[in-house]
């Protein structure tokens, strides 16, 4: 297996029942600034775009760009 590196966005929200819902978005554009990521999530929570059980986005939680790595070391 070869090295590789990973890059997710990850959004975190509050639902209408008080529990966290995480959104991974897999290979963002490189220069995502922070107002673009809150434009993003807000937009989620004012146009209701996603529910889980039920349960609209109420509000924003954190966001940010998780980078994941593998270096392989055994052939």
């Given at each position: 297996?070869?090295?590789?590196?990973?890059?997710?966005?990850?959004?975190?929200?509050?639902?209408?029942?008080?529990?966290q819902?995480?959104i991974?978005i897999?290979?963002?554009?490189e220069?995502?600034?922070?107002?673009?990521?809150?434009t993003?999530?807000?937009?989620?929570?004012?146009k209701n775009?996603?529910s889980?059980?039920?349960?609209?986005?109420?509000?924003?939680k954190d966001g940010?760009?998780?980078?994941?790595?593998?270096?392989d070391?055994?052939?």
């Amino acid at each position: 297996m070869a090295d590789y590196s990973k890059k997710v966005l990850q959004m975190v929200f509050e639902n209408t029942l008080g529990k966290q819902t995480t959104i991974s978005i897999p290979y963002p554009k490189e220069s995502i600034t922070s107002l673009e990521l809150e434009t993003l999530m807000d937009s989620f929570v004012t146009k209701n775009i996603i529910s889980v059980n039920g349960a609209e986005l109420s509000q924003n939680k954190d966001g940010g760009i998780i980078e994941k790595s593998f270096t392989d070391l055994v052939d």
